[in-house]
């Protein structure tokens, strides 16, 4: 079987800042090293981290001592400003990209902008941003018409350029005045570019990451359109050898929080099909 991966593929740069700093600390601390939720959206690398004392958990008021840790999608406000109180030992390792987001949605709030951010709702990094702003900011999953003079628009970092262009599009008819931070990802944007140009050179494709990865879904959502034999896969078991009947050449990509190790072990078991 041919396997063919994309340039861009396993940890991006913000990952991979984050995952030394953590292990940095278990390694200073042995263990105690608590994350607000999983510092990445990869099950099996959040396993790997447990095992060297990086423990997720949902709710940073329980936690009395040891080291807090800003994952990679950032952190309410409120949670912040109990773990300074409280004198936690901290470690930031917000993707600066998600700061870019914040800084820029925090600056359209001053000068009195309503605050717009294209993306999921219950995303983390989304509920982070929102936190941070003083009026409710609104956030749009689709066009949306809002009637409104002066409407500041931002992106979640993970977010599909296309989706962004068309909820702009739509925002133009009933506002004013409209001033737009195209804050995406640029590492996602080139994964998402790399992925789509590969699928139409291929009989299939698969997408290595996390089922609870935004970037890994939006990866898997682009890259099915050109090429329908596209699986989004979390590990090799879930590779079915009935995909491969009538296949000889696969491509191969991945999101920003699937690690090296696992995308190799994908390659290695598909050339053997």
């Known amino acids: 079987m041919n396997v063919v991966k994309t340039k861009n593929i396993g940890f991006c740069f913000g990952v991979k800042r984050a995952i030394k700093m953590v292990l940095k600390a278990a390694e200073e601390t042995g263990g105690k090293v608590f994350t607000i939720g999983p510092i990445i959206h ?17 709710d940073v008021y ?15 406000k409120e949670e912040e400003e109990y773990i300074r109180s409280t004198g936690l030992k901290a470690i930031d390792t917000t993707c600066p990209f998600v700061k870019r987001v914040r800084k820029h949605a925090k600056n359209l709030e001053k000068s009195g902008y309503q605050v717009v951010i294209v993306g999921d709702r219950n995303h983390p990094e989304v509920k982070s941003v929102l936190s941070y702003l003083n009026n409710d900011g609104i956030v749009l999953q689709e066009p949306t018409t809002l009637t409104a003079k002066k409407v500041g628009v931002v992106s979640q970092t993970t977010l599909d350029k296309d989706t962004f262009v068309e909820i702009v599009k739509e925002l133009i008819a009933g506002v004013e005045e409209l001033r737009i931070y195209n804050t995406i990802c640029e590492s996602t944007q080139i994964r998402q570019n790399e992925a789509i140009e590969l699928s139409g050179e291929v ?68 050339k053997n099909f």
């Not at 990869?42 to 981290?49: K, S």
Request: charged letters at 25%; hydrophobic letters at 35%.
């Open 203 to 270: 009989d299939m494709m698969l997408v290595v990451g996390g089922k609870n990865s935004s970037n890994c879904t939006k990866l898997y959502k682009v890259v099915h359109k050109v090429q329908p034999k596209t699986h989004h896969i979390e590990t090799v078991e879930d590779l079915r050898p009935e995909w491969f009947e009538n296949v000889a050449r696969v491509g191969l990509t991945g999101g920003a929080s699937t690690p090296d190790l696992i995308i190799d072990i994908v390659e290695g078991r598909v």
């Open 62 to 76: 329980q936690v009395r001592e040891g080291t807090v840790v800003f994952r990679t999608h950032g952190i309410k």
């Open 42 to 58: 990869n099950p099996q690398m959040v396993e790997l981290l447990k095992e060297k004392g990086v423990i997720p958990v949902d």
